[in-house]
């Protein structure tokens, strides 16, 4: 599975627009009054301009490649990020996914993630820079029944669930793409947030082609 493209909401617009324009240094591909689309690797990460919301965050994962950790790190730490800690760690190691990753805010607080998954061959000889990060590879989707909304997507769409799927969280797809569902009475990790859920729009590509609107239309999820 890989995500096409991930539309938020946002309160912040210039702010955004700076931080993964200018900070991150990613491309612009769509800029208007009301909304921002970058260029994310294989994916583009969108923005619509919402006046409505307040206190509202996302969970996104990148994927960076598997040799690129440290340098991916030191990257986002010299353009002045603070890294997320816990018990005075900033790197995480997931044994059952193979994967290291780190954390850090942008302006509307939503929790970002660089992840190098250790099975995946991307190795590259090059220096880390923005051009680096291959894809959006994590969409978090905060439910009320998780064993639930995962059947009715994996039925959909024809995906599986990998990496530890359980009764409060399930990550569906693959490593390459995939959604986090997760219950909105479990924190989210490393920084204990209570999930909540926000206008998400997912175009990605599946199994099997279709749409799927879930949480009375906050989630529209579309696969080709």
Not at 123 to 143: D, K, N, T
Request: charged share 20%; hydrophobic share 40%.
């Amino acid at each position: 599975m890989k995500l096409k493209e991930v539309l938020l909401g946002t309160h912040s617009y210039e702010a955004i627009k700076a931080f993964y324009g200018s900070l991150l240094d990613l491309q612009v591909v769509e800029e208007s009054p009301s909304r921002l689309s970058f260029q994310v690797g294989e994916s583009v990460l969108a923005f619509q301009e919402s006046s409505h919301m307040e206190n509202e965050f996302y969970h996104i994962a990148v994927t960076i490649p598997t040799n690129k950790f440290i340098e991916a790190k030191q990257w986002v730490i010299d353009r002045g990020i603070s890294l997320i800690s816990r018990n005075q760690e900033d790197e995480f190691f997931f044994e059952n996914w193979n994967a290291t990753a780190f954390y850090f805010y942008d302006p509307d607080q939503n929790l970002v993630e660089f992840i190098a998954h250790h099975t995946l061959d991307n190795a590259v000889a090059e220096a880390f820079g923005s051009h680096s990060i291959l894809r959006i590879s994590e969409i978090g989707l905060p439910v009320d029944d998780v064993p639930e909304v995962s059947r009715i997507i994996t039925e959909t769409f024809q995906l599986d669930s990998w990496g530890g799927a359980g009764q409060e969280f399930a990550p569906l797809g693959d490593v390459e793409g995939s959604f986090i569902v997760i219950d909105k009475q479990r924190l989210w990790f490393p920084d204990d947030r209570l999930p909540a859920v926000f206008n998400t729009s997912v175009l990605f590509e599946a199994p099997c082609s279709g749409s799927l609107s879930l949480h009375n239309g906050l989630y529209e999820l579309r696969s080709t």
